[in-house]
């Protein structure tokens, strides 16, 4: 059973990673429209200062606690929560489609990446059918070719779109054209660069010991320091004491 939750006022939703997959599949094979946001602790944070994001958190169809720390949390405030992550949905919802039958579209990204995709795609899963691959030009929303990508995902049949255009412009442009699309929007981030192998996810245990930041920043320190100092103390500074506090009260 899925249901929604909310920490510090910003929606999550609880229930097991396969309960969420299996929801997103019933969603895409009944072609109905919808988006899936993975929340880490650095969407919590913009989502607290940006009411445009926090809005689109709201209109989502799930929010899965894609950080360990969001999984943690909220299993000290509630029955325990599994990660749901967007890099290991990713592949797994590739295989289902091809199973199922249910054609998928890839957004976002650059050329080279989406080539390689597809690529990846075609030769460990032959029965996949992708029906549309589209890299938006790398600009603030909204792309220039907004109209024409949209149109093309309407029509193209597809269940699932994977959209990789990182937080927080994937859930905003989400937000804004999924009631046009009848499918799926997934917003994956970087999940289309690690499925390729081209950057390397941390170890279990990192994942597991809430780490998996560090790993991230070790392989991109100048594109992610400033992110995580400003995100991860927000969390710590903000974050776990009232968590702290409440579990005390309950308790009491």
């Known amino acids: 059973m899925i249901w929604r939750d909310q920490l510090l006022s910003i929606p999550i939703d609880r229930g097991t990673a396969r309960e969420m ?10 072609k109905t429209s919808g988006f899936v946001c993975f929340a880490n602790v650095h969407m919590f944070h913009l989502a607290s200062r940006r009411p445009k994001l926090h809005r689109a958190l709201n209109a989502s169809f799930l929010v899965a606690p894609d950080g360990m720390p969001l999984a943690r949390a ?6 325990a929560q599994e990660r749901v992550d967007g890099m290991t949905v990713f592949p797994l919802l590739l295989l289902e489609a091809a199973r199922q039958d249910i054609a998928v579209a890839f957004f976002g990204s650059d050329p080279a990446t989406l080539e390689a995709v597809c690529a990846k795609a075609a030769k460990e899963i032959p029965q996949l059918r992708i029906v549309e691959a589209i890299a938006p030009p790398h600009s603030s929303l909204p792309f220039a070719d907004d109209v024409d990508s949209v149109r093309r995902l309407e029509g193209s049949g597809a269940g699932l779109v994977f959209v990789a255009l990182g937080c927080p412009k994937q859930e905003l442009w989400m937000a804004k054209h999924s009631p046009e699309i009848p499918a799926v929007l997934l917003g994956v981030g970087n999940a289309f660069a690690t499925w390729l192998g081209w950057e390397k996810r941390s170890p279990r245990w990192m994942r597991l010991g809430c780490l998996e930041w560090f790993g991230r920043l070790c392989q991109n320190p100048r594109r992610l320091w400033r992110r995580y100092l400003v995100s991860n103390t927000w969390f ?5 004491p009232r968590l702290v506090l409440q579990r005390f009260f309950r308790k009491a």
């Open 236 to 240: 710590v500074l903000c974050v776990l």
């Open 21 to 30: 997959r299996e929801a997103m599949l019933e969603m895409a094979r009944s």
């Open 74 to 79: 909220l299993s000290s405030t509630g029955p």
